[in-house]
């Protein structure tokens, strides 16, 4: 040990671009003594460090279980190209920040899945740190590998992979997961029985052990859907929530990094879930119901954070900040008690209205950059189609609001290749653009500023998600996104507007892999092999190894990613529950057709769409309390 | 009131850049609830003024910033509270009230100390140590090649070099070094082992080097006429 740690920093670290993303001593990281503990247990993070520690999840796990005198959490990230480059040459295995040990002298590792082109980094993360990459060849020695998050819900491509997932929100079942872990291996001298564990974590509401169930096809290979497999796991395994955010465990004293990393700030959560009901988008329907947060603890909060790291900014984080009930008087309070300090405040969700424009310029009193909002759509029938009720006037209410108020940019995200799109669609982009753009120009004119408006035109590409009632959605093939890329860029002509879209190859992977069933581990395997790492970055995405690994197993993805499923096919994350019902999300598919919206059960009656009256929940707003 | 603090960048903290040490001490500065000042205007910043840069992987035991508080505040107790909330590797040594009308620390100081290992592949005695620094010493100048804003331009480093002392120790050549430092003129520990290096290579060939050479900062000095004093006495 004493050696490993004096080779890497002797001699591996100063050879690497910033050794600090290594280190684990940063202000509030913890170290355990690894003796005093009856489990320990590693974060692993599968991107760089600067993306992992802006992840408010980290600081929340991380916190709730090092806050138990029983257990330790270390941390890894996804090492960069250059870490792993030494790391091989040198044979040393991964190592864990905090204490710097290989990843195989921990008793668990728990991933968090938060986009799918982190795959590759998970497998990579496993391989470094000398691990058997399949479950079924870790023994009983090797740590038990777990896995939550977003793509939790649809897991099935890294079924091979991983133990066991989680479902839900993690902070609710982390710790009686590792109650049953830790008391596996008291009663076995510190060992565990690998079958045995696993057969008592599955008892644990949301716990989903991949192993017991088996995965069925037909003659012509096409998914059955999943069966039990071990006697006594559940048919379905249903997530868990937090019922009461305001009892929830908050982290206080985040980590502070060195390193300036994505997000540099304290993280004020206000509230959890969204009832907007957008239906391309899965974290709607994953994070629900809508649980605010008590202004005045949200104060007390902010108080602590602050005291305990010394942040400059304040970012009051949600899924839609503008939507918390009280986030008036909360911004008003905030701005008072902090402003001696020179302490700022930034909102990073804002709704498309004037009243979010006014809470960005409460917080911005210098103007520096733009405002960012998304309209998803360009005309008012599609975003219809897909709920987002916005409208054109809500819109230009804002970009009005934005350009009086001393901003120049706007950037404005869309979406290309969504249900029953036409060209009309991409025109309305077009058209939307460039009257907003008009309208800055007309008012930076009449008040005599010299500067011109710009608008960003931000295009990204439908990902049918599973548990979104797009699931059973074609994604455009990547030609045809291409295509509608190109037609909008030679639609949009103004200088002034500036176009930027992202890459069809990594939205159809998105796509491959939100929606795959088990035989596509193969297919992950073989493009990590080939060398696929840090797929979510465009300076390591290599499309052609995705392809030549695809071609050598035998996957076909444009089966998965470009074909429209039934309702009588069996998706391979039915046996998963996020608690809305399949027949919720197949209504609000029909209704999508038949351009009917439907109205946010915060303000218009309950739609039913299951959670609250399966999942003994409910919708918590503060206002007026 | 300004203090003048004198802190150390030790070993766990050898990494930080200057751009990260100055972020982790504004956090610290600020978690250690001082009544701090910030500057005017729509975007006011912490007012810290740093006597100078240290690269990423050098250590130090004398570093040295001015930190302007509202009111008056004891320089123990301001030590102790920065201390108590300071990451892994930074630590205040000591301060002292600033009561003159002194110009700022990158203003007056002009000299700095370091101690530099730079391993050797084969064991040297201390003779062969000492011969070594009278060849470096005995040239009568050095150019380096530095890149600023206007390009690439040769510069003498012999002049700056005001002191260079050298032992062996353990497969080690250890290097004392004091040169000019500050607006006046500076002189870069890595450009003082480049001269070491350059000219002892001349008879002991490249190989002679080993890999990972260590370089840590003693000092941060005021030197007018003969007289040396450290910020702390300038105060
Ligand atoms: S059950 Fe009703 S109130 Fe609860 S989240 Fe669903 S639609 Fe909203």
Request: neutral net charge.
């Amino acid at each position: 040990m004493q050696q490993l740690k004096q080779v890497l920093e002797e001699e591996v670290l100063p050879k690497v671009r910033k050794p600090l993303r290594y280190l684990g001593n940063e202000y509030n990281a913890v170290r355990k003594d690894w003796q005093a503990v009856k489990l320990r247990s590693l974060f692993a993070f599968p991107d760089v460090y600067e993306v992992g520690m802006s992840h408010l999840g980290l600081q929340i796990l991380y916190g709730v279980v090092n806050a138990e005198p029983d257990y330790l959490m270390e941390r890894v990230f996804a090492p960069w190209p250059d870490l792993e480059q030494e790391l091989r040459t040198r044979a040393i295995p991964l190592f864990s920040l905090e204490s710097l040990r290989p990843l195989a002298d921990f008793d668990c590792l728990g991933f968090t899945l938060q986009y799918e082109m982190s795959y590759t980094n998970i497998l990579n993360i496993l391989a470094l740190g000398g691990l058997p990459l399949r479950a079924q060849e870790r023994g009983n020695e090797a740590p038990l590998v777990m896995a939550g998050g977003p793509c939790a819900y649809n897991p099935e491509p890294l079924a091979e992979f991983i133990d066991f997932f989680v479902l839900g929100e993690g902070e609710e079942v982390i710790l009686e997961v590792f109650a049953v872990m830790a008391a596996h291996r008291a009663i076995r001298q510190g060992k565990q029985d690998k079958k045995e564990v696993l057969k008592e974590l599955a008892r644990i509401r949301g716990v989903y052990v991949p192993s017991f169930y088996e995965a069925l096809y037909d003659e012509q290979g096409k998914f059955q859907g999943v069966k039990v497999k071990e006697p006594g796991a559940a048919p379905r395994i249903v997530k868990r929530v937090v019922r009461d955010l305001d009892q929830a465990y908050f982290p206080a004293r985040p980590i502070v990094p060195y390193l300036e990393v994505v997000h540099d700030r304290m993280m004020l959560e206000v509230l959890r879930g969204c009832t907007r009901g957008c239906r391309f988008c899965q974290a709607g329907f994953l994070y629900r119901p809508v649980r605010e947060r008590s202004k005045d603890l949200l104060l007390q909060q902010a108080e602590k954070i602050s005291e305990h790291t010394g942040h400059q900014e304040i970012s009051l984080t949600s899924l839609s900040t503008s939507d918390y009930t009280c986030v008036e008087p909360l911004l008003q309070e905030v701005l008072n008690r902090f402003e001696g300090k020179n302490i700022g405040v930034s909102l990073p969700s804002l709704r498309v209205d004037s009243f979010s424009v006014n809470l960005a310029k409460e917080v911005q009193r210098v103007r520096k950059t733009g405002l960012t909002f998304a309209p998803e759509a360009g005309t008012q029938r599609l975003r219809d189609v897909i709920n987002k009720n916005v409208t054109e006037e809500n819109l230009m209410e804002v970009a009005e609001a934005v350009f009086q108020e001393g901003w120049t940019q706007i950037k404005l995200y869309f979406m290309l290749g969504l249900p029953t799109e036409t060209l009309a669609d991409l025109d309305g982009i077009a058209a939307l653009a460039a009257k907003v753009l008009l309208r800055g120009r007309e008012i930076l004119r009449e008040k005599g500023s010299k500067q011109r408006p710009t608008v960003t035109v931000s295009v990204s590409s439908f990902v049918p998600k599973p548990h979104t009632p797009f699931q059973w959605e074609p994604q455009d093939s990547i030609a045809l996104l291409q295509e509608k890329q190109k037609y909008l860029r030679n639609r949009i002509r103004e200088k002034g507007i500036v176009y930027h879209y992202h890459e069809a190859e990594v939205s159809f992977l998105e796509a491959v892999f939100a929606k795959g069933d088990r035989r596509l581990g193969q297919a992950l395997e073989e493009a990590w092999r080939l060398g696929c790492r840090f797929d979510g970055w465009s300076e390591h995405f290599r499309y052609e190894l995705w392809r030549e690994a695809f071609r050598k197993t035998g996957i076909v993805p444009e089966e998965i990613a470009n074909q429209p499923l039934t309702y009588q096919d069996a998706l391979p994350w039915d046996h998963l529950d996020t608690g809305v019902k399949k027949e919720y999300l197949r209504r609000e598919r029909e209704k999508a057709y038949e351009l009917a919206t439907t109205g946010d059960c915060r303000f218009a009656p309950c739609s039913v769409c299951g959670i609250c009256q399966d999942l003994d929940v409910d919708t918590r707003l503060r206002k007026g309390e | 009131m300004r203090l003048c603090l004198q802190y150390s960048k030790e070993e766990e903290a050898r990494f930080l850049s200057h751009l990260d040490l100055m972020r982790a001490m504004e956090r610290a500065l600020r978690r250690a609830q001082l009544p701090l000042v910030f500057s005017e205007g729509f975007n006011p910043h912490l007012c810290v003024s740093y006597a100078s840069a240290l690269a990423v992987g050098v250590t130090s035991e004398g570093e040295y910033l001015d930190l302007p508080l509202k009111g008056d505040w004891p320089a123990e107790e301001a030590v102790q509270r920065i201390n108590a909330v300071l990451p892994a590797g930074l630590k205040m040594v000591a301060a002292v009230p600033v009561t003159q009308r002194r110009e700022s620390l990158m203003a007056i100081i002009n000299l700095a100390r370091y101690r530099v290992e730079i391993p050797l592949r084969q064991a040297i005695e201390q003779k062969e140590a000492e011969e070594m620094i009278a060849q470096v010493l005995a040239r009568p100048a050095y150019s380096v090649l530095r890149r600023g804003k206007k390009g690439e331009r040769q510069v003498d480093i012999r002049p700056g070099l005001w002191q260079l002392q050298g032992w062996a120790e353990n497969n080690k050549l250890i290097l004392h070094i004091a040169v000019q430092t500050g607006s006046q003129g500076n002189v870069k520990p890595e450009e003082v082992i480049e001269m070491v290096k350059d000219t002892v290579s001349f008879s002991r060939g490249e190989n002679f080097w080993g890999e990972n050479i260590r370089i840590h900062r003693l000092g941060l000095y005021i030197r007018e006429n003969d007289k040396i004093y450290s910020p702390l006495e300038r105060a």
